[in-house]
T-cell receptor, first 115, second 114 residues
């Protein structure tokens, strides 16, 4: 099966600019996650979708970050305006079941550099 | 705050050596997963452990979940250069958080030299 697709792979922007990332999960996977991975750290959850509804966005900096998953398939994550500390890899993951022990399939990520 | 502490943070060994990576927490987890991440790629799931005391083997890799489901270890026998990468443990909190959410440790960066 095709994996989780993310684009772009790399993005360099100046602070205060806007940026958007796109994710297409594995076909049929109802649950979609966006994670932020800062260099030298493990991934940190930003938002979880179940179909097109938000399950958990408690760690999403809502003053500058937004995400949507229209039609319950692909998703976009936006940052507006970007700050230097937003430099990180943004990982999208999907899962076809939610329950104890079901793992994720991750995309390759988008590496964002804010200068 | 639920945290997963991984140790060591960095590990550089010669091909053929054995190694153990640890993942510890004061919190109880419903499940614990191990991922391996290579540079420029997303993490790839290696194994999920669910039952306290559970041991799973994947070729030269042995994973163990602590009896109290607060900690886990990954043991690699006769490491090979292809094992090089960032090893991440991730736990699904038993209490708090949404179902399916994972908390990740900071990872152990393993380098196996030929």
């Amino acid at each position: 099966e095709a994996g989780v697709a993310q684009s772009p792979r790399y993005k360099i922007i100046e602070k205060r600019q806007s940026v958007a990332f796109w994710c297409n999960p594995i076909s049929g996977h109802a649950t979609l996650y966006w994670y932020q991975q800062i260099l030298g750290q493990g991934p940190k959850l930003l938002i979880q979708f179940q179909n097109n509804g938000v399950v958990d966005d408690s760690q999403l900096p809502k003053d500058r970050f937004s995400a949507e998953r229209l039609k319950g398939v692909d998703s976009t994550l936006k940052i507006q305006p970007a700050k230097l500390e937003d430099s990180a890899v943004y990982l999208c993951a999907s899962s076809n079941l939610v329950g104890v022990g079901y793992g994720y399939t991750f995309g390759s990520g988008t590496r964002l550099t804010v200068v | 705050t639920q945290l997963l502490e991984q140790s060591p943070q960095f590990l550089s060994i010669q091909e053929g050596e054995n190694l153990t990576v640890y993942c510890n927490s004061s919190s109880v987890f419903s499940s614990l997963q191990w991922y391996r991440q290579e540079p420029g790629e997303g993490p790839v799931l290696l194994v999920t452990v669910v039952t306290g005391g559970e041991v799973k083997k994947l070729k030269r890799l042995t994973f163990q979940f602590g009896d109290a489901r607060k900690d886990s270890s990954l043991h690699i026998t006769a490491a090979q250069p292809g094992d090089t990468g960032l090893y991440l443990c991730a736990g699904e909190p038993r209490f708090g958080g949404s179902q399916g959410n994972l908390i990740f440790g900071k990872g152990t960066k393993l380098s196996v030299k030929p």
